[in-house]
């Protein structure tokens, strides 16, 4: 008959055995630091691309599990990238895991890049019509001929009220223009901000030095902190509130940040845009700077401002 004790006994030793063994690995687990986001983002990319389909399939779950502390624009780029796979498994393991994790924040996204675009056409929609307007009163009677200009004047001595009538009116229209000019550039510069600040900021907050230039954060940085400083001005801006139009240019052109907006335009109209900002830089410094804008100026911000529209709405 078998020794019944020694059987008990040897159960309760290897149970005893499994249990000691059990509480060092969980022991050894919770000393273990964090793994690195951007390291293992960068283990799973590497993963991907051995070629074998249960490595992709590991990826995707180690994916899910860490998807906490992955950073923002890459987790994105290669949860989209496997969307498109030509695997099926893989592609509907990848949709899995994307309806689990970045669905949901990626609809909020949209709905808020619609509600700003609904709201700033809305408002340029208004002021574009209103520019317009001045742009056809400005279509007055021809220049009085070109000989007539070479005639001598006698130039008066004392107060002329018809002249100075005449240089108040150019005057004011002069100031309509530049404040309808300068009323629309606000309107796309907070537009262009709000954009960033969806589509570029805060989906990138901890890799954000690779979408935005380190110096340019250190001055909105440094504008924001003496800003707050001062008790006569109200704070509590975002960080991108403290750019200019120049900034946002350069953060738009910056490296592969156009594939962060093609929810809402294709490669070549973000090309385009680009080319349009650019070329409004100069109006926009005049306008800046308080110096008068001439009718073709105005006639080709208002063009521009519409060909930004047209893509920002198609």
Do not use: C
Request: aromatic content about 8%; charged content about 35%.
């Amino acid at each position: 008959m078998p020794d019944t004790k020694n059987t008990v006994k040897e159960a309760k030793e290897a149970k005893e055995a499994k249990e000691a063994k059990e509480a060092k690995e969980a022991k050894e687990a919770n000393n273990e630091p964090l793994p690195d986001g951007k390291s293992l983002m960068t283990e799973l990319k590497e993963k991907t691309r051995t070629g074998k389909k249960e490595d992709v399939i590991d990826s995707l779950i180690a994916f899910e599990r860490n998807r906490g502390i992955l950073p923002a624009g890459p987790a994105r780029d290669f949860i989209y990238s496997l969307l498109e796979h030509d695997d099926t498994e893989i592609k509907r393991k990848a949709e899995e895991v994307y309806r689990k994790s970045l669905r949901e924040s990626d609809e909020k996204l949209k709905i808020s890049i619609e509600n700003l675009t609904e709201s700033f056409n809305a408002r340029f929609l208004a002021i574009q019509a209103q520019m317009k307007e001045i742009s056809d009163a400005f279509e007055g009677p021809k220049e009085v001929d070109d000989s007539a200009k070479t005639v001598t004047r006698i130039p008066k001595v004392g107060f002329d009220s018809q002249n100075l009538q005449s240089e108040q009116e150019g005057h004011e229209h002069d100031l309509v223009l530049n404040f309808k000019a300068y009323e629309l550039l606000y309107e796309l510069e907070r537009y262009l901000r709000a954009l960033i600040q969806i589509n570029i900021i805060e989906p990138n907050e901890g890799n954000l030095a690779n979408k935005i230039r380190p110096e340019m954060l250190r001055g909105w940085q440094s504008r924001k902190k003496e800003e707050e400083k001062n008790p006569l001005i109200d704070g509590g801006y975002e960080l991108i509130d403290y750019s200019d139009f120049t900034d946002l240019k350069q953060i738009l052109e910056k490296g592969r940040n156009y594939t962060l907006f093609e929810d809402i335009m294709n490669q070549e109209h973000f090309k385009l845009v680009i080319s349009k900002l650019h070329e409004l830089d100069p109006i926009r410094k005049k306008i800046a700077h308080s110096r008068q804008l001439t009718k073709k100026e105005f006639n080709r911000l208002v063009l521009y401002t519409e060909d930004i529209q047209t893509i920002f709405t198609d």
